[in-house]
């Protein structure tokens, strides 16, 4: 079994952001050299997401006021996570509705998605350099 | 390690369905003949989720209604996405909610669940064939 | 490749309530003996969740206000689900916003984290033994 790790690093400058990471992670799988197996690919970050969807934008603007209605910034009081001197409450609220992980099948070396899977960082308290986990296992 | 992969293929005529696939799943691990590792079961479209939960029609009622409550389909103006031509934009949503795909071990040949678990298909853009991928790794 | 099983079992006295359970996840790691490879640790019970979040109690009781707010547990006649005989089906819709699993990469022998990142069980309809599953896969 072989096994590979990279960071991907990212500094999205506002608040809120949607990446389409899948080059990056194509790239990863290619260095790899993993023909057959799981790639995990995960935000390090618990005010981040990793996840699935369709690269149009927007629907991305749909997300981003559909999580804003979930669990909304402002007013930041609202929330006792943010006692501690945080205003990111949200951001822990909003990355649960859209999740930490992916995990990929990887088939003949590459990344076995239907028609219209990309793999996205949704960033919900940028403005600071964050990290996403790539981790492959296989043959 | 072995690694095996199969896609199981659904037409649900309704836009919005429940289907338990927990049988099929079974059938694919028993065709891998892996006994330890873990299967990934994730759909290949992005307006579907695979999820764990009970086979229970009052619960996939009650998901079906609190779905439309968190992300209704209509008024399908609401949406950017659906300026786009589609009509989908909700199904983006719920998916997220209900999530992309489940991985489960693998533990002396069996999905190694807990008393009530069964993997489900959620269809929230159905009337035509889609598909879910079981990849399974291990020895 | 090796595996390594175990299960973790836990009471809760209250309806609803989070735990840590990082520490217990890193003894079975160090148990597993192995190096490179990935950690899957998931609930076995389906009103309950698995996820990767903060360790601060603020946030976690803006966790519990803002699920009681997205799928409240009272008046319990609202879910078809109670018909049954239950009052837990609050708890499966929780579960599907927090999820049912969280896969943890491994490297050098660590859970390879960010730098806040924990796993927490979620407990939304205890009062009762339950149990997460932990699974290692890996070299």
Same mark, same amino acid.
């Given at each position: 079994?072989?096994?590979?790790?990279?960071?991907?690093?990212?500094?999205?400058?506002?608040?809120?952001?949607?990446?389409?990471?899948?080059?990056?992670?194509? &790239?990863?799988?290619?260095?790899?050299?993993?023909? &057959?197996?799981?790639?995990? =690919?995960?935000?390090?970050?618990?005010? !981040?997401? $990793?996840?699935?969807?369709?690269?149009?934008? *927007?629907?991305?603007?749909?997300? &981003?006021?559909?999580?804003?209605?979930? !669990?909304?910034?402002?007013?930041?009081?609202?929330?006792?996570?943010?006692?501690? *001197?945080?205003?990111?409450? #949200?951001?822990?609220?909003?990355?649960? =509705?859209?999740?930490?992980? $992916?995990? =990929?099948?990887?088939?003949?070396?590459?990344? #076995? /998605?239907?028609?219209?899977?990309?793999?996205?960082? *949704?960033? /919900?308290? *940028?403005?600071?350099?964050?990290? =996403?986990? $790539?981790?492959?296992?296989?043959?």
């Amino acid at each position: 079994m072989k096994s590979y790790r990279k960071e991907l690093w990212f500094h999205l400058k506002g608040r809120r952001a949607f990446l389409n990471v899948t080059p990056e992670v194509e &790239e990863a799988l290619a260095e790899s050299g993993i023909r &057959e197996g799981l790639a995990l =690919v995960n935000a390090m970050h618990i005010t !981040a997401s $990793v996840f699935i969807n369709d690269d149009e934008s *927007g629907l991305h603007q749909d997300y &981003e006021e559909w999580l804003e209605t979930l !669990a909304p910034h402002a007013p930041t009081a609202r929330y006792r996570h943010n006692q501690t *001197g945080e205003d990111n409450a #949200d951001a822990h609220l909003k990355r649960q =509705v859209m999740g930490r992980e $992916v995990v =990929v099948a990887v088939t003949n070396g590459r990344l #076995d /998605f239907g028609p219209w899977e990309q793999i996205f960082y *949704g960033e /919900f308290d *940028g403005g600071r350099r964050k990290r =996403v986990l $790539v981790k492959i296992i296989g043959e």
